[in-house]
């Protein structure tokens, strides 16, 4: 019988935090009031990619006070694995056509931009009025596809990072900041 042995926070697995919770927060309410200004008076629909942009989503929403709407994709590229497969997959459609809405999809990473790629040409397929992409992080180190961004909120070098949704095996998306784990982490999987 094998036992698993977990730390008592998640939080003890991060080597380095290197964007806490304010400077988040300061960011995402500068993003908040660019897309405020351009989807005033459009009723734009917000369609997040599930899991890992939930907290962005969640925050930046809160900084766009007027009326939008939300939808939700769920793909997935990487599995548990901190590579990813190329091989894009839609665990769960839209719930409402997007055709002439003015979409802005929220991310949290663009990374090589297979998902994205796949995810806009998804949406641009269902002919809606405008496909717009913000993005919080950027690591355009790691980039294959070209991809337009147009609301950026931070861009990072070429680390696997995790917390403000983003996950290794599905752990740590809870961490109010992103940081690197321990290299010692990897091994225990
Ligand atoms: C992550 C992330 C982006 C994608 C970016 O999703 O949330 O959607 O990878 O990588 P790419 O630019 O190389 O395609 P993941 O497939 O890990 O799912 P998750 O959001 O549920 O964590």
């Known amino acids: 019988m ?3 042995v977990r730390t008592a926070s ?19 309410a500068e993003l908040g009031r660019e897309i405020t ?10 369609v997040s990619i599930l899991k890992g942009a939930l907290p962005f989503l969640a925050d930046l929403m809160r900084q766009v006070p007027i009326a939008v ?6 793909v997935s590229s990487y599995g548990d694995s901190t590579e990813t497969s190329g091989v894009v997959r839609i665990l769960k ?16 990473i663009l990374d090589t931009g297979f998902t994205l790629r796949y995810v806009l040409g998804h949406l641009r397929d269902q002919k809606p009025a405008s496909v717009r992409l913000c993005t919080l992080l950027d690591k355009p180190a790691r980039r294959i596809v070209p991809i337009q961004i147009d609301h950026k909120g931070f861009e990072i070098p070429d680390r696997f990072v995790v917390g403000y949704g983003l996950d290794y095996g599905e752990r740590y998306r809870n961490l109010p900041f992103i ?8 091994g225990r999987r």
Not at 20 to 25: L, N, S, W
Not at 69 to 74: G, I, R, V
Request: glycine fraction near 4%.
């Open 69 to 74: 709407s939300l939808d939700f994709l769920e």
């Open 37 to 46: 200004a351009e989807y005033a008076g459009k009723d734009p629909v917000f």
């Open 10 to 28: 998640p939080a003890d697995d991060i080597a380095e935090i290197l964007l806490d919770a304010p400077t988040i927060a300061t960011r995402v």
């Open 93 to 108: 459609d839209l719930a409402h056509p997007v055709e002439g809405r003015h979409v802005l999809v929220v991310e949290d």
């Open 2 to 4: 094998t036992t698993e």
């Open 179 to 186: 940081g690197v784990l321990k290299p010692e982490v990897y």
